[in-house]
Structure formats: structure tokens, C-alpha cells
């Protein structure tokens, strides 16, 4: 069974950094999935924020890009959201999950198929 | 970006009713359609992949439809622990997006 299971601060300062760690079980992140995190504010929608590909390979909202960084750790079977400057309008619970994906006749398919419980972050003075 | 928009934003129901929600692509996405189920206080769980694959696990009255830019999620006979908010999601181009969520309630 495959577990993930975010970690980090729950309460960030203004103009200060976001940092969460996913931890995976039941799978190794080398074998070759993507990994992914999505944020909902309090009573609000999904937003994805970004994917990351076992070997590095990243890919990030627009919206966010130029704040976020996305890294992965194999020796430690995790991965890592970094979200910098950040205000009232980041405070959300943030979800890791996992990326499967299914080759079609046009292209891949791509779909969270299993995600982590989520982290409340407040960002706040 | 593909805006996604779904239909109706919310919806009173009975258990054993057919309950039908739209999801419309502000372009086309193919077959790379996703719909979500989500209860409060827990995590998003897949139910449909590629608009019509149900999920490992899922039971057999949720199905879906559409390719392009109309998707539908039905629920043939409602249970009681399908009183959830529910998320169509694209992942046809980035930035992968969702809907703004469509609400079940009980009627």
C-alpha cells in the first residue's frame, strides 16, 4: 500500500519560506513516477502547484513558478516543496501526492492516485 | 490556461437518486479528464481517470463521460457516504486544473 505523509512548520511568517517534505512508503520513488503537490485554501478549491519526475524533472503552475521549488531526495524516499515570500493568500492545506501515469494513443495521462492526509500552513505574524 | 467549470456548484439530493454533474473544458482536453471525490477534513480520492476509467476500488454507480470539452460524472443510485464536494481536474496541458468543485447534499 502506498503512504504519503506530509511534514513541516504550521505556521510560516510573511515574506518568509514554506518548506514541506513528503515522505513515501509502500513504493520507491526511483522506480519512475511523478510527484506531485496541490494546496486548498480554508473552504476553497484545488490548485495544483507542481510535478516533479523521479530524475528531477520539474514542471510548476505559472502562478507560482518563479516562488517555488520542487525537489526530490531518492536515498530518503521523499520529496520537498519550497515556497518562498509568501502572504496571507498562501495559507492553505497542502497535499503531496503520487502521479500515475498511462500512455494513450495521443500522449499520457496523468491523475493523483494516491495522496497524503494534507498540512494545514498558516502564514502569519 | 484550461479553465474548468463545473455544473451545478451545488446540489440537494435523496439517497437513491440519480445525480448527474457537468464538468465543461474552456478548451478541449481531449480524454484527459479526472474526477475527484472529496468528504471535509480529508484528502481529495480518485474515482474516474481518462473520463470514463473507474478507479481501482471505486463502486461500480459512479461512471463518466464526455471527451472534448464536455465531461459528465453520474452517480446512478445515491448512498449516503456519497455526500461529498467533487472535483474534475484536466491534465491535458499545464497548468493541470480543477474545477471549482460541485457539492452533494442531502435533500
Known amino acids: 500500500q502506498v503512504r504519503l505523509q506530509e511534514s513541516g512548520p504550521g505556521l510560516v511568517k510573511p515574506s518568509e519560506t514554506l518548506s514541506l517534505t513528503c515522505a513515501v512508503s509502500?513504493?520507491?520513488?526511483?522506480?519512475?513516477?511523478?510527484w506531485g503537490w496541490i494546496r486548498q485554501p480554508p473552504g476553497k478549491g484545488l490548485e495544483w502547484i507542481g510535478t516533479?519526475?523521479?530524475?528531477?524533472?520539474?514542471y510548476f503552475n505559472p502562478s507560482l513558478k518563479s516562488r517555488v521549488t520542487i525537489s526530490v531526495d531518492t536515498s530518503k524516499n521523499q520529496f520537498s516543496l519550497n515556497l518562498r515570500s509568501v502572504t496571507a493568500a498562501d495559507t492553505a492545506v497542502y497535499y503531496c501526492?503520487?502521479?500515475?501515469?498511462?500512455?494513450?494513443?495521443?500522449?499520457?495521462?496523468?491523475?493523483?492516485?494516491?495522496w497524503g492526509q494534507g498540512t494545514l500552513v498558516t502564514v502569519s505574524s | 490556461d484550461i479553465q474548468m467549470t463545473q455544473s451545478p456548484s451545488s446540489l440537494s439530493a435523496s439517497v437513491g437518486d440519480r445525480v448527474t454533474i457537468t464538468c465543461r473544458a474552456s478548451?478541449?482536453?481531449?480524454?484527459?479528464l479526472n474526477w475527484y471525490q472529496q468528504k471535509p477534513g480529508k484528502a481529495p480520492n480518485l474515482l474516474i481517470y481518462?473520463?470514463?476509467n473507474l478507479q481501482s476500488g471505486v463502486p461500480s454507480r459512479f461512471s463518466g463521460s464526455g471527451s472534448g470539452t464536455d465531461f459528465t460524472l453520474t452517480i446512478s443510485s445515491l448512498q449516503p457516504e456519497d455526500f461529498a464536494t467533487y472535483y474534475c481536474?484536466?491534465?491535458?496541458?499545464?497548468?493541470?486544473?480543477f474545477g471549482q468543485g460541485t457539492r452533494v447534499e442531502i435533500k
Open positions: 501526492a503520487r502521479v500515475f501515469t498511462v500512455r494513450t494513443y495521443g500522449g499520457q495521462l496523468y491523475y493523483f492516485d494516491y
Open positions: 509502500g513504493y520507491s520513488i526511483s522506480s519512475g513516477s511523478y
Open positions: 516533479i519526475y523521479h530524475s528531477g524533472s520539474t
Open positions: 478548451q478541449s482536453s481531449s480524454i484527459y
Open positions: 481518462g473520463a470514463s
Open positions: 481536474q484536466q491534465t491535458y496541458t499545464t497548468p493541470w486544473t
